[in-house]
């Protein structure tokens, strides 16, 4: 897979590197080019657990997590399907505008597709494992169960505090 590079002409700082084929192109006139890779965000990661959401709900704490969960008494909540990023400069607030609470899953692939090189989805529903393996080369799909299970009870529900 090819990477994608932005290139300007250079200012201060390398960023990702010179680009010597543009800069070999403007050696007569005495340019230097640098590069800095488009997608910042390697790989992002889905997970869904299915259900009805009725939210739409984000976190920025560690990492940004952004997806659709249900409400339950006691200020008990569950994920029904929310798209992890390890790094991306958008503020959470403004990717809550891709959450479509009736298609939670396909609203948080999209998204993920939007910020990320390669997507890892964990699902158990068969249908939308065969779906999305077969859709493109960068996103791979695992079942549920490839996640330790301690880790994936642990992230299944959370509280809000009001």
Known sequence: MSEEYETEEFQSGIKDGFDTRISARYQHLNKTFVKQNIVTNKATYVVNY???????????ANHLLVGSAKKYPDNKNCWISFTAFS??????????EFIDINQPLISCMDLALTFSKNVFLFTDRFDERAYFSSKQKNIKVFGLSKIPR???EKM?????KA
């Open 156 to 160: 299944r529900c959370f509280n809000v």
């Open 50 to 60: 299915g259900g009805t959401p009725d939210w739409r709900v984000f976190f920025q």
């Open 87 to 96: 790094d991306l400069a958008e503020p959470a607030e403004s990717l809550l």
């Open 150 to 152: 301690k880790l994936r």
